[in-house]
């Protein structure tokens, strides 16, 4: 940022980013309450990306928890010799499925990957991801306005975040 | 340039599957080059796919993604020789898009 004309300038800058996180802190509350994350609204889930834990990652995205369930079937396999390509899929007979979601628990942060399920597509998805090290993978299925997990722990021998 | 994304999509009855490679380096931001210097986060973050005017699925993806991802799925409601338009946008406001022939 280039140098500002003078100290009220300033105030007003710090102003606006207070306004707008009360905005956005406003934004995420109806989110919260109404069945998660709208399935119309398929704009980039910047702020869950960010968040560094599984459940700062989870709340920030679906802003309600998951309970486990084995409805929920998370294949990936017990040892991953790359962590840079760890084959993961999910697949579940839960019906009315509107999104499913992948998290890494130690990555730097938890949220891999988002997949919105419209209606009349299958509710299983495979996908490849990196891990940073021998983790916990958690799968979250949403199925109607609920959220259902599968955990599997991942022991990977060269972590998929180095050179 | 040839397409960044190689989708094969079959038709098999009422349902179809589809696969998707896409050639991207997906950065993480903390990975160093030869340099010692970071390369700065360079990754897809939405991918959509499309048949017959409506999204049949859509990836919102962060850095743990795997260079050149992969992704598999299928659904219902379309049949041999629909279109599916598969596109794709980065970080940095790169992107591709490619429509292909379900087969």
Known sequence: MTTLPGPTATRRLILQGAASVALLGLGNLPFGAAPARAAANDKYPEEAFKQKSEADAIKALYGQTAEPSDKVKLDAPEIAENGGVVPISVTTTLDKVTSISFFVAENPSALAASYTIPEGTIPAVANRLKMAKTTNVVAIVEADGKLYSATKEVKVTVGGCGG | ?103
């Open chain 2, 1 to 103: 340039m040839a397409s960044s994304i190689r989708v094969r999509a079959t038709a098999n009855g009422d349902i179809t599957e589809v696969q998707a490679l896409i050639q991207h380096p997906m950065d993480t931001g903390f990975v160093k080059d030869a340099k010692g210097e970071l390369i700065p986060a360079h990754y897809i973050q939405q991918l959509k796919f499309e048949c017959n005017g409506k999204d049949v699925f859509v990836a919102d993806w962060g850095t743990a993604v795997s260079k050149d991802p992969y992704v598999k799925f299928s659904f219902k409601g379309a049949k041999k020789g629909d279109d599916l338009k598969v596109s794709w946008t980065d970080n940095k406001g790169g992107s591709d898009t490619i429509t292909a022939k379900i087969s």
